[in-house]
């Protein structure tokens, strides 16, 4: 299977990538954009487009948030919040096998920012039924995750009449090149769809036979076009607007927040999805099994066109990590009644057949004159750190955490300090 000779990327990337005459691939190509646009500018643009949205009678919020437990969600509202200026409404969607850190790290990001929040949580039964059903449908137990998170931010959009979301980075832009920065491409049902979901809508897994409802499916749904055209809902990407560095920004998180970080099973990446059990476990082995590379080969790809790897590094890395066992997958496995063996057979349902070459033997030894001429020069560090600043130190505070979601005796952040 062919390879970026710049990155890892392989052409069979699930979003799609092309690959130049010079061996590189679109993905590192749009990348190159992030060392050559005027940031200050962009940022201004984002200033002058939320500057429409605030609610000028105080009486609603200026925008929606989806956040969780991870990711870049404290980045993401610090910009909103001590950026912009704005007032957010945060939402997310319970994927239900959550992390301690996780949970943490959630409670203190709306307590140090002081900010009102929904969440949707489905019954755990549900959650089961539909796991099965796109365990089987699309090789994915974790599809209702991505359901729930790209559509309930949309949902609370409409029902509160909040016109502006306000994500993080495009993924297919960041990862494949799907669009330029400058094409400030927004989220969308059809890519959703198509992308997100895999082709499939959460109407599609209404079954009697499954005991799937439509009833119980509506929190999958996404609002009619017509609800949202009506309160003018739209969703902008952060990652148009500021040079997007997960590893830099997670960083400033850890010295500005004491944002908590962990070790994860499959990758060197410790800062990005500590809050879930699954998605660096066997979420992983099964993207892997499906496609040939997993997240080590994701964040690897980052570090190179962020100037913190070179190849040689990051196929060394790629090797440690991408044949670790999911420690995590018993566990899902007797939730989901399911016996190793059957679950693997429903996966490779679903494999890509060029996935199937020993992972070992991908990559060649030595640099050919493609990747030499593809090489970027490393000028950083690509150290992860461990930070576990905010563990409960008693029984009453971590029941306390774990019951509220919000800490007691953290200062918030002050509207004062919204624009420093």
Not at 309 to 336: C, H, S
């Amino acid at each position: 299977m062919r390879h970026c000779a710049r990155c890892l990327y392989p052409v069979n990337h699930p979003l799609g990538l092309v690959i130049d005459d010079q061996g590189v691939c679109s993905g590192c190509r749009v990348h190159e954009e992030k060392d050559s646009l005027d940031w200050s500018e962009r940022f201004q643009r984002l200033r002058r487009l939320v500057d429409g949205y605030r609610n000028q009678s105080t009486n609603n919020f200026d925008c929606v948030v989806p956040v969780s437990g991870a990711r870049d969600s404290h980045f993401i509202v610090d910009i909103v919040v001590r950026k912009l200026g704005l007032n957010p409404l945060l939402v997310s969607y319970n994927r239900q096998y959550n992390t301690a850190v996780g949970h943490r790290n959630l409670a203190y990001l709306r307590t140090i920012f002081d900010a009102d929040y929904y969440q949707q949580t489905l019954s755990p039964p549900l959650v089961r039924q539909i796991m099965q059903a796109t365990l089987e449908r699309m090789g994915s137990f974790h599809w209702h995750v991505l359901a729930g998170q790209t559509v309930f931010p949309v949902q609370v959009a409409v029902r509160f009449k909040i016109p502006l979301i306000i994500w993080g980075t495009h993924q297919g832009l960041d990862q494949v090149g799907m669009y330029s920065h400058l094409d400030e491409v927004e989220m969308s049902r059809r890519y959703r769809k198509n992308h997100d979901l895999m082709g499939i809508e959460g109407e599609d897994l209404v079954s009697e036979a499954r005991g799937l409802y439509e009833r119980d499916l509506q929190p999958l749904f996404y609002p009619h076009d017509k609800d949202i055209e009506k309160v003018g809902v739209r969703g902008i990407f952060l990652g148009n607007y500021i040079r997007w560095d997960s590893k830099a920004q997670h960083e400033a998180m850890i010295e500005r927040y004491g944002y908590e970080t962990a070790p994860q099973a499959r990758t060197f990446d410790t800062y990005n999805d500590v809050d879930c059990v699954h998605y660096s476990g066997l979420h992983d082995l099964v993207k892997q099994r499906k496609y040939g590379y997993g997240k080590a080969v994701d964040h690897a790809c980052r570090e190179i066109r962020l100037r913190r790897l070179d190849r040689d590094g990051a196929i060394t890395l790629v090797q440690q990590y991408e044949t670790t066992p999911a420690p995590d997958a018993e566990k899902l496995f007797a939730w989901l009644g399911i016996t190793e063996r059957d679950f693997w057979s429903l996966i490779d349902r679903h494999r890509d057949p060029r996935a199937a070459a020993p992972l070992l033997n991908r990559f060649a030894t030595g640099r050919s004159d493609l990747e030499r001429q593809a090489a970027l020069d490393v000028s950083e560090s690509c150290h992860f750190r461990i930070v576990s600043s905010h563990s409960p130190k008693t029984d009453a505070e971590n029941c306390r955490l774990f019951a509220r979601g919000y800490v007691n005796g953290v200062p918030a952040i002050s509207m004062q300090q919204s624009t420093s």
